[in-house]
């Protein structure tokens, strides 16, 4: 089996959600893909590059995301609605993205990992400073509060709000694993 970007993706992500951040190396993703570690090096130099497919795709979503609503000619006010429930949705579909970006190791993982989450937050920073300024212009948004400062607060809320989400999944993937631990141990 070739190891596509998809299938790494694919399988990257099952080990996410199945044993944890900390069980994605290149050695469980060869295993879970069914091939030898070395045919991975040549796409994959260091345990941190299967984060930065990942993040790569998540970018690239985002940014799909932010340009549909933007081609979509809406009011600000439907504009910002209809991103956060598609983040919600993204976020829901693919819950592997929260644990990569709540990930307390972030601060030990390569500099191109952080310059990638970095990436993404300010595609979504920019087109939410674009919608409030729009919606300022038009008197939808009625405030003197800086853009800047409610981009801010609207990120720190959804943070927020994506932070439970995550530790949700945590928990569940702590019962699945207690559970399984008792199963195996007769229980």
Same mark, same amino acid.
Not at 6 to 17: E, P
Not at 78 to 95: E, S
């Given at each position: 089996?070739?190891?596509?970007? /998809?299938? +790494?993706?694919? @399988? %990257? %992500?099952?080990?996410?959600?199945?044993?944890?951040?900390?069980?994605?190396?290149?050695?469980?993703?060869?295993?879970?893909?069914?091939?030898?570690? =070395? #045919?991975?090096?040549?796409?994959?130099? @260091?345990?941190?590059?299967?984060?930065?497919?990942?993040?790569?795709?998540?970018? =690239?979503?985002?940014?799909? +995301?932010? #340009?549909?609503?933007?081609?979509?000619?809406? &009011?600000?006010?439907?504009?910002?609605?209809?991103?956060?429930?598609?983040?919600?949705?993204?976020?829901?579909? @693919?819950?592997?993205?929260?644990?990569?970006?709540?990930?307390?190791?972030?601060?030990?993982?390569?500099? %191109?990992?952080?310059?990638?989450?970095?990436?993404?937050?300010?595609?979504?920073? /920019?087109?939410?400073?674009?919608?409030?300024? &729009?919606?300022?212009?038009?008197? /939808?948004? @009625? /405030?003197?509060?800086?853009?800047?400062?409610?981009? =801010?607060?609207?990120?720190?809320?959804?943070?927020?709000?994506?932070?439970?989400? #995550?530790?949700?999944?945590?928990?569940?993937?702590?019962?699945?694993?207690?559970?399984?631990?008792? =199963?195996?141990?007769?229980?």
């Amino acid at each position: 089996m070739e190891p596509t970007p /998809t299938l +790494i993706i694919d @399988k %990257a %992500a099952r080990i996410i959600m199945n044993s944890g951040l900390e069980a994605l190396t290149i050695s469980n993703l060869g295993n879970e893909m069914g091939v030898d570690k =070395n #045919q991975l090096k040549n796409q994959l130099k @260091k345990d941190d590059d299967i984060l930065l497919v990942l993040l790569d795709c998540f970018g =690239n979503e985002i940014n799909a +995301i932010v #340009q549909e609503i933007t081609n979509l000619g809406i &009011a600000p006010e439907t504009g910002l609605q209809l991103l956060f429930k598609r983040l919600y949705n993204l976020f829901l579909l @693919k819950p592997y993205y929260l644990t990569i970006i709540f990930d307390k190791g972030q601060l030990e993982r390569d500099d %191109a990992i952080k310059m990638s989450i970095v990436r993404i937050m300010n595609i979504v920073e /920019t087109y939410l400073t674009t919608i409030i300024n &729009a919606g300022k212009k038009d008197q /939808t948004f @009625k /405030t003197s509060v800086t853009t800047k400062l409610l981009v =801010n607060k609207i990120l720190i809320g959804f943070r927020m709000f994506m932070k439970d989400e #995550q530790l949700v999944n945590e928990m569940i993937l702590e019962l699945t694993t207690l559970k399984k631990q008792n =199963n195996d141990e007769g229980y």
